[in-house]
């Protein structure tokens, strides 16, 4: 099991910068590839970012390449999601998950979410 505790999101104006962390506890956190995803009201969930277990490779959805960059410290056992140039856009409940394989993408293990509200 990983549990995975999510912090970081709040209110913040367009334009502006956010950081979100995720905490895991639990087994291994540097055997898991780390995932993003984001769920705005009335929409479905969608993909952000994800990080391979070393860190060495990231991917990012196309909405927020140039934006956003995820980040991991193994030591810590704690992924980032440093958020820039928000948008009304990205008003979203933000949630980690954890991989066992970067390529396949199967997210077993999720948080709870952490909102992020941007204002126009």
């Known amino acids: 099991q990983v549990q995975l505790v999510e912090s970081g999101g709040d209110l913040v104006q367009a334009g502006g910068s956010l950081r979100l962390s995720c905490a895991a506890s639990g087994r291994a956190f540097s055997n898991y590839a780390m995932g993003w995803f984001r769920q705005a009201a009335g929409k479905e969930r969608e993909f952000v970012s994800i990080i391979s277990w070393s860190g060495g490779t990231t991917d990012y959805a196309d909405s927020v390449k140039g934006r956003f960059t995820i980040s991991r410290d193994n030591a810590k056992n704690t992924v980032y999601l440093q958020m820039n140039s928000l948008k009304p856009e990205d008003t979203a409940v933000y949630y980690c998950?954890?991989?066992?394989?970067?390529?396949?993408?199967?997210?077993?293990?999720w948080g709870q979410g952490t909102q992020v509200t941007v204002s126009s």
């Open positions: 998950a954890a991989a066992a394989s970067y390529y396949r993408r199967k997210f077993d293990y």
